[in-house]
């Protein structure tokens, strides 16, 4: 009887509660209903309320069984983690997917850029831009693509950097993304 007593108090200290579902009814564009849904899920796979890194990898990760998404989930994971803490908040994860989902097409140009800036100093180098396209590769496996040469990723850099680095500066700026992206938005 004790021990339980012990194990509850336990679970109450480290568990952590979302903030009420009306204030994130009003931050998100989720109805009450979904946002219930959402954290049953939530808890599902992390019943702390909590998800750090491993844990994040490891979901990720059945998504892709063919590949290494490993470092795709690191980024990803980075991006989630708004608070830069190593945790995931329900509160985080239901505002990311919130923009990822139901945005406008803006705040989803911004969200995207966020992740590929990934050392988030305002820019995307080709360094950053490579070692995301390098992540993409990984976690879809080698069976996904025709076989591909050695020099692929760096080609899409290229060919990224082409399109997107406006000024040919050799970074590309969150205004030069989002007019790249709407460019190609405005052909298709």
């Known amino acids: 009887f004790f021990n339980k007593i012990e194990d509850e108090l336990e679970m109450t200290t480290v568990c952590h509660r979302p903030e009420g579902l009306e204030q994130l009814e009003a931050q998100t564009n989720f109805t009450k209903r979904e946002l219930q849904v959402l954290y049953r899920g939530f808890k599902n796979e992390c019943p702390s309320g909590v998800v750090n890194e491993e844990t994040f990898k490891q979901i990720y990760a059945q998504f892709f069984p063919h590949g290494d998404a490993s470092m795709y989930a690191h980024y990803l994971f980075n991006a989630f983690d708004t608070a830069q803490n190593g945790s995931v908040k329900f509160e985080d994860f239901v505002m990311a ?13 911004r969200w995207t850029f966020n992740l590929y800036d990934i050392n988030k100093d305002g820019y995307i180098n ?17 069976y996904t693509y025709p076989v591909l040469k050695e020099d692929a990723p760096r080609q899409h850099v290229e ?19 989002i007019e790249s992206c709407q460019e190609v938005r405005t052909k298709l």
């Open 97 to 109: 997917l919130s923009i990822l989902l139901r945005g406008t097409v803006h705040e989803k140009l």
């Open 159 to 177: 060919v990224f950097f082409q399109k997107m680095d406006k000024n040919k500066d050799g970074v590309v700026t969150l205004d030069e993304f």
């Open 126 to 142: 080709k360094e950053e831009m490579m070692d995301i396209v390098k992540a993409i590769y990984d976690m879809m496996g080698k």
